[in-house]
Structure formats: C-alpha cells, structure tokens
C-alpha cells in the first residue's frame, strides 16, 4: 500500500518536472476563503492489516489488545481553507465506519476513525483550468475498536477476562498526497487526489494499561473525490 502511494506521487511529480512550473500567466482560480465536500476511500495499513493479532500490555493494569483488521471501505469530509495564487491552507475534517475482523477469537467487529487534518497545498500551472496540487500537513487521528481490550483479573498464574471494553487511540500523523484540481469556473473546483498518513498509538486510552511496548504502527491511504467553492475578495 506504501508503495502504491509513493509511485502515483512520484508519477505526478515527473509529470510536473517534464512540463514546467506553468506561473507565467494570470492565475485562474479565485483567491479568497474556500468550503467543500469529498468522497473517501480509505486502505488501511500498518498493523490493522493481514494478519491481526493481539498484543499483551505492561502489567500496570493488565489487559490484552486484540487488533482487528479493518476492511478498506468508504467515508466523507469536509473542508475549510484559504486559496491564494498557486497555494491554499486548509483544515479538513474526516469520519468513516469500517468491518473489522480479528484472528484470535474469529470475530468480527467495527472500527471508526476519524481525522483532523491542517494541510498546505502547491499548485502547478496556476493559469490553466487543470492544475496538479502537492500536499504537505500534518493529522489527528482518532480510532476506536469495539470490545477489543480484554481486561484481565490480578490472578498472575491463571488469570481471567473480567472485563471487555473498546480499544481507544489517538495520536499526531504525518500526512502527504497529491492530486488534481479542475476548476469549472474560478469559484468552483473539482478536486480528486490521494493522502498517505502514519502514526504510532502508545496508548490505549479505553482502558489505561500504561505504555504500549511496542506501539502499535496505523498508517493509512486516503483516495478522494470531491468539490470545493470560492467565496473570493472583491
């Protein structure tokens, strides 16, 4: 999935390279505040992949993680940003419900996830109707399993589930992409593209257990369709 990501961004930045920067004409597109909507689908990755397992915590409270794989599936989004000539700064907001499936206990489960996103964008070819955008920010993440932390009695020689509440993380994300913005006039734009984000969850904030050692690795690769609106400076 990593792969798959970095070849499509490397594609659009030779794409870019090959045809010049494009700044010489007037800009197209509006400048001015900016609202819209996407379409995601989203491939999750990391350890919520293949072969979920279940991961024993420090003995400050002990308990055992199941990790469920969470299935690729579809969400939605919102955005609010800035547009200037060949650049825009956004927040974004992000929710989406995923089928999850863990190995242990053959059990299905569901994941959500949601994200806040703080993004700048570059725009090539800023006097053309189509125009390839690279992407640079920064993410919150939260994502929350359904009855996936197994609370364990203090009985060290055999101990017993005694308990059984949902797993809770959340966490700071790098966040890349690339796509392409097609404005139908210079108010209103469509947009598609693709977000690579990774973190690390060191805690499971559903059951506090201490440090998880090791954390638990969450990346995750974002394609989107979606259309954004201008209200430019006069």
Same mark, same amino acid.
């Given at each position: 999935m990593r792969q798959a990501f970095w070849r499509v961004l490397f594609l659009l930045a030779v794409l870019v390279l090959a045809s010049g920067k494009g700044f010489a004409g007037e800009p197209y597109a509006a400048s001015g505040f900016y609202v819209g909507g996407d379409f995601y689908y989203h491939a999750v990755g990391g350890d919520f992949e293949a072969d979920s397992g279940y991961q024993t915590v420090p003995p400050l409270k002990p308990a055992i993680?199941?990790?469920?794989?969470?299935?690729? @599936?579809?969400?939605?989004? *919102?955005?609010?940003? =800035?547009? @200037?000539p060949n650049f825009a700064v956004e927040f974004a907001y992000l929710k989406s419900r995923h089928d999850?499936?863990?190995?242990?206990?053959?059990?299905? @489960?569901?994941? *959500?996830?949601?994200?806040?996103?703080?993004?700048?964008? =570059?725009?090539?070819?800023?006097?053309?109707?189509?125009q390839p955008f690279l992407l640079l920010g920064a993410s919150y993440i939260w994502l929350e399993q359904?009855?996936?932390?197994?609370?364990?009695?203090?009985?060290?020689?055999?101990?017993?589930?005694?308990?059984?509440?949902?797993?809770?993380?959340?966490?700071?994300?790098?966040? *890349? @992409? *690339?796509?392409?913005? =097609?404005l139908v006039t210079p108010k209103v734009a469509l947009n598609t593209g693709v977000n690579y984000r990774w973190t690390e969850f060191d805690k499971n904030r559903g059951y506090e257990t201490g440090d998880l050692d090791p954390p638990i690795d969450f990346n995750m690769v974002s394609y989107n369709l979606g259309l954004t609106y201008t209200f430019p400076f006069k």
């Open positions: 993680i199941l990790l469920g794989e969470i299935d690729n @599936g579809p969400g939605w989004g *919102a955005r609010l940003g =800035y547009r @200037g999850d499936f863990n190995e242990i206990f053959m059990e299905e @489960g569901k994941t *959500a996830i949601d994200i806040l996103d703080l993004n700048l964008k =570059y725009f090539f070819f800023s006097e053309k109707k189509l359904r009855d996936r932390t197994l609370v364990l009695s203090d009985d060290e020689v055999d101990p017993e589930i005694i308990e059984i509440r949902d797993a809770k993380y959340n966490n700071f994300a790098l966040n *890349a @992409g *690339a796509g392409l913005s =097609y």
